[in-house]
């Protein structure tokens, strides 16, 4: 059922599992789940209210060989150093645990940390083998593919709104009322939401995200009163987190409060569209996200 399994920490240690040196005997995962109960009204009883996913759990058991002493020595050594936290480098992860399970086409990869520290048993009857239990937790339960990225331009030709031509003059000027860059279809592969990364090039004045999904909803991620002066000013949107923030490293979340924080839903196939009150040449929108899976 499992291909491949790597854990590399953040200093870029790695450790691979399920190999012929460090097979796995069991290997199991589970998803808490929380959810609050609410009392009926004017009956007895209580019934479910929403349910919220928790932390997912990893617990992996196998053995360690070596064809002597001193390799498996080594490879202990390489094991632990790769699966111990580094809190004082600030690291509120360990990790990122990738797997690749039969039948998947992608590798899926979750950032998780250390639940208790590994157990590695020394056999003193093998001295080149012993077992080994690692547990990992992970708060974010989902499995994630490899990262895609796809960049939405502006196209100055979707600026004309059509109408007739008159050769009259007037001594009224009329704005533009919105530019946009057309329609780019995004699929989420997996089985279960996932959240985007969206980076806003300007020059742009009052930039949106607008997402349609293909059941008519429409998601409007609109930074009202921004104005990013060139291209060099940038906006960096994180969906899952709730974050705006400047290339400067400023804060902009103020200017999207009323807007729609969207996912990408994978029952649907979902229209994103970059748009803005005044565009400009070279202003564009990239978007980046993972699919994502629950097993």
């Known amino acids: 059922m499992i291909e491949s399994a790597r854990f590399t920490n953040v200093n870029g240690m790695y450790v691979d599992f399920n190999t012929d040196v460090i097979p796995f005997s069991s290997f199991t995962t589970e998803v808490d789940v929380r959810f609050t109960e609410k009392p009926k009204s004017q009956q007895h009883g209580i019934y479910a209210g929403n349910t919220f996913l928790g932390r997912r759990l990893f617990h992996c058991e196998g053995d360690i060989f070596a064809s002597n002493s001193a390799e498996y020595i080594q490879r202990r050594m390489d094991m632990v150093a790769a699966l111990i936290p580094r809190p004082q480098f600030g690291q ?66 979707w600026q004309n709104i059509g109408g007739r031509t008159y050769n009259k003059v007037y001594n009224k000027t009329y704005s533009l009322s919105s530019g946009t860059s057309g329609d780019t279809i995004i699929i989420n592969s997996g089985n279960i939401e996932t959240y985007p990364l969206v980076t806003i090039y300007g020059p742009a004045t009052e930039p949106e995200a607008l997402m349609i999904r293909s059941d008519g909803v429409v998601f409007r991620f609109r930074l009202t009163g921004l104005v990013l002066a060139s291209v060099a000013e940038s906006v960096f949107i994180d969906m899952r987190q709730h974050t705006v923030i400047r290339n400067d490293g400023t804060n902009a979340y103020q200017y999207a409060v009323g807007s729609d924080w969207w996912s990408l839903e994978p029952e649907f196939s979902n229209v994103v569209k970059f748009s803005a009150s005044v565009l400009a040449q070279p202003a564009h929108m990239s978007i980046q996200w993972r699919n994502a899976y629950m097993f």
Do not use: H, W
């Open 92 to 157: 509120q992860i360990v990790g990122v645990l990738e797997i690749l399970f039969s039948g998947m086409n992608e590798t899926l990869r979750v950032e998780c940390t250390i639940d208790g520290y590994p157990e590695i048993p020394l056999d003193g009857a093998s001295p080149a083998r012993s077992r080994y239990q690692v547990n990992f937790k992970a708060y974010d339960p989902r499995l994630y593919g490899a990262l895609q990225s796809m960049d939405i331009p502006f196209d100055p030709n």
